[in-house]
């Protein structure tokens, strides 16, 4: 049973910081490319950054509007995966998933962690 299990949400003010995880199960973790989204209120999931699985050959990538501030890691000998988000703004404010991808384009997602940023 795969399950991936997002934590470390929560309210913070403008300018602060969190640390999500997504923990995974289930899954051969370091073959699996991870993603982060995030769905705020009345708009679509939009990807926030994606991070290689040990056998891809692509590289980090971040959407414009969390470069320089977000930082995607992991730690395939914890099969966990992790947001680094500092400077945080208002418009941040989401359901953040985790999301896994293998090489037979198979997917699974996190149940989401809720981050809400005050200003």
């Known amino acids: 049973q795969v399950q991936l299990v997002e934590s470390g949400g929560g309210v913070v003010q403008a300018g602060g910081s969190l640390r999500l995880s997504c923990v995974a199960s289930?899954?051969?973790?370091?073959?699996?490319?991870m993603a982060w989204y995030r769905q705020a209120p009345g708009k679509q999931r939009e990807l926030v950054a994606t991070?290689?699985?040990?056998?891809?050959?692509?590289?980090?990538n971040y959407a414009d509007s969390v470069k320089g501030r977000f930082t995607i890691s992991r730690d395939n000998t914890k099969n966990t995966a992790y947001l680094q988000m500092n400077s945080l703004k208002p418009e941040d404010t989401a359901v953040y998933y985790c999301?896994?991808?293998?090489?037979?384009?198979?997917?699974?997602w996190g149940q989401g962690t809720q981050v809400t940023v005050s200003s």
């Open positions: 991070i290689p699985s040990v056998i891809s050959g692509q590289s980090t």
């Open positions: 289930g899954i051969a973790f370091s073959i699996n490319d």
């Open positions: 999301k896994s991808r293998n090489w037979r384009g198979s997917e699974y």
